[in-house]
């Protein structure tokens, strides 16, 4: 059993006095419960002390070895100091310093995390307790986590065919964002025609009786009304009289007179009045669907009582998708209104009210010739086939816990979206459970909560075969396959250990059935840290303890390490001298690098859409050389041998 003790402090090297110390577990798994949320609040940018001690009966080699405390892909080492009695031992942890932020693992990070601890017997048996605690954003975190949020949302329709449509359920979806923008360009639309509409509105000249009066009959029918109205005639002088009736003067006070006016009830006009009322009760339908994702919200305070100023991460994406939401809702109440106006003075012209079901647009010979209708029929026909799938809401966001996830899903939407711009044909786009015990995973059915975390495409000459995963897990000698990545670093080597990588690309070139990889992390951190701390971490991870498992024992297969990362000004940054970058004739692999991939509508993937295609360009000419230098090798043997 484990006591275990969290100490934040907003500076390092403070006071006993300036530290808030929790007592996270005590004698077993005790819920930290002084928060709304009900796990432990951490600011991000706080210091962190983690003390653990022992408790209960437990081996001598459990005492005598002191605990690791994982935190992420991270972990760290703790040492013993006496407390009390020589009997009680509390392990500190002791923060790495080669990392950004040491002291301050969660620097960035806001959202929900675990704090892993892992107790050792010796070196063959271990048992682990988990500690979850809630990051705090800064207000100016919260303003980046709400930039990802606003270019997800505004690239929803496009990430959502990549990462999150499956042509095999045989459903279609459509996007709030989508439908709304499509009703209103579509009102657009009816407002820059409505004049010349109405104007040549077609109709038919029909005779209809009108009842006026001192009306004179002036047809057959009109004749019939007065015979079934004969309170209409009065017996008058001759003065007043209007017509004789059996040679008796007679006058009207008022009586039907059959006129030729425009009736407008024409198949044409009938779809677009249908046309306005189906628009308008989708419209209605919207309002409903909001409203009930609006008291799904939660609607918990975003701050911290504890620290002021600091804010939860769902909170955070919560906000937003309210605000989001009460957006739509008023533009579809001005949508309402405008379409409620245009119908009813189309109505007040032709006569027409319309509650049927729609009539399906066609092109009649009369709309055939008239650019009006022409126009106004092709939008309502598109209308009705966007309009017919089933309606859903950009909330893939909230199934994110914090920020650093959030960003990764964003990495591998432009990611895939690099790749396809690249040429070729995407060939497979699917889910795999990672969690089955080897490279790849198992294929299996999307959940509803994750993109799809695997893409296979085949480029435009079938010259090579691309494939990407992402958060694959790369594991030991005894789970691998050829051409598989496979964990050689003796640190912590066992059948169950593995690396999970943001993503992996790979490479497989038909000509020579050869594979490279490109293992690739998404840091949410700045150009600098990425040059200064992950380059050189993300070296000693996948560089010096990852191999490909093939008979070339002497070639490791990485032909790159990729950091993507989100802030400063700089769009790439290398390990190496510029003379020996990818772009340069000096260039050499594995290439490792840091390629910007910001939340921005404009030219947020543009330096990796660089990197990548100079990346398989200069792989093409290494095997080129290569196949030319073993074509020559060959030529020369033989002439050897001739001479001989």
């Not at 019939?224 to 007679?250: G, K, R, Y």
């Not at 009369?366 to 209308?383: K, M």
């Not at 432009?414 to 080897?438: F, K």
Request: hydrophobic letters at 35%; aromatic letters at 12%.
């Amino acid at each position: 059993m484990l006591d275990v003790r969290i100490s934040a402090a907003r500076t390092t090297g403070s006071a006993a006095g300036d530290f808030q110390e929790y007592v996270v577990m005590d004698d077993g798994f005790e819920q930290f419960f002084d928060t709304q949320s009900g796990v432990l609040e951490i600011p991000e940018d706080y210091y962190l002390n983690i003390r653990i001690h022992h408790t209960g009966v437990l081996s001598e080699e459990l005492a005598k070895e002191g605990p690791r405390v994982v935190i992420g892909d991270e972990s760290y080492y703790c040492q013993g100091e006496l407390y009390g009695s020589e009997s009680e031992i509390w392990w500190e942890v002791r923060w790495r310093e080669d990392l950004p932020h040491s002291g301050r693992p969660f620097y960035g990070l806001v959202g929900r995390h675990e704090i892993k601890i892992q107790c050792f017997v010796g070196r063959s048996e271990f048992f682990e307790s988990s500690v979850f605690v809630e990051v705090l954003a800064t207000r100016e975190r919260a303003r980046e986590i709400t930039s990802i949020l606003n270019f997800i949302n505004d690239e929803y329709d496009t990430i959502s065919k990549m990462c999150l449509d499956d042509s095999g359920t045989g459903e279609s979806t459509g996007d709030l964002e989508n439908l709304i923008s499509e009703a209103e360009m579509i009102y657009g639309l009816c407002c820059s025609l409505w004049t010349v509409l109405l104007r040549q509105l077609r109709h038919n000249l029909e005779p209809r009786l009108s009842v006026t009066p001192n009306g004179l009959p002036n047809s057959p029918e009109a004749i019939h009304w007065l015979s079934l109205n004969s309170d209409a005639i009065a017996l008058c002088s001759p003065e007043e009289q209007t017509f004789q009736i059996n040679n008796m003067p007679v006058r009207t006070d008022f009586a039907a007179e059959e006129k030729v006016v425009p009736s407008y009830r024409l198949f044409e006009n009938m779809v677009i009045a249908g046309f306005f009322n189906h628009i308008q009760m989708k419209l209605g339908a919207i309002i409903n669907f909001i409203a009930s994702h609006e008291k799904k919200m939660d609607k918990s305070e975003g701050e911290s009582a504890r620290y002021r100023g600091y804010f939860r991460y769902s909170y955070i994406v919560q906000d937003f998708l309210t605000q989001d939401l009460r957006a739509q809702n008023e533009r579809v109440m001005k949508l309402l209104d405008g379409f409620f106006r245009l119908y009813a003075g189309f109505r007040r012209i032709t006569g027409i009210s319309y509650l049927d079901k729609p009539l399906m647009p066609r092109i009649t010979p009369f709309v055939a010739r008239t650019q009006v209708y022409r126009t106004l029929f092709e939008q309502i026909a598109r209308w009705y086939d966007v309009s017919s799938v089933k309606l859903t809401f950009n909330d893939f966001a909230s199934h994110f816990i914090k920020i650093d996830k959030l960003y990764e899903f964003m990495v591998l939407s432009r990611i895939v979206n690099v790749v396809s711009t690249l040429g070729g044909a995407c060939v497979a786009q699917e889910w795999h459970d990672m969690d089955a015990p080897y490279f790849g995973g198992k294929p299996g059915h999307r959940p509803a909560s994750e993109p799809f975390n695997y893409y296979r495409w085949i480029s435009e000459n079938k010259e090579f075969t691309l494939e990407l995963w992402y958060e694959p897990k790369i594991y030991t000698y005894g789970r691998t396959k050829d051409n598989e990545p496979m964990v050689v670093s003796s640190r912590n080597y066992s059948s169950n250990f593995y690396f999970t990588p943001d993503y992996v690309i790979r490479i497989k070139w038909s000509c020579s059935d050869l594979v490279d990889y490109l293992i690739m992390d998404a840091k949410y951190s700045s150009s600098n840290t990425v040059k200064q701390k992950s380059l050189p971490a993300i070296m000693d991870k996948y560089l010096n303890s990852v191999h490909i498992r093939n008979s070339l024992g002497f070639d490791s297969g990485i032909r790159g390490l990729l950091a993507i990362y989100s802030r400063g000004d700089v769009d790439r940054v290398s390990e190496y001298a510029p003379v020996h970058g990818l772009n340069n004739e000096h260039a050499i692999f594995p290439a490792i690098d840091g390629v910007a991939i910001r939340p921005a509508k404009e030219g947020n993937e543009e330096s990796f859409r660089d990197y990548l295609a100079q990346f398989i360009e200069n792989l093409r000419k290494v095997h080129l050389a290569e196949y030319e230098r073993v074509i020559q090798l060959a030529k020369k043997l033989q002439e050897n041998n001739a001479v001989r």
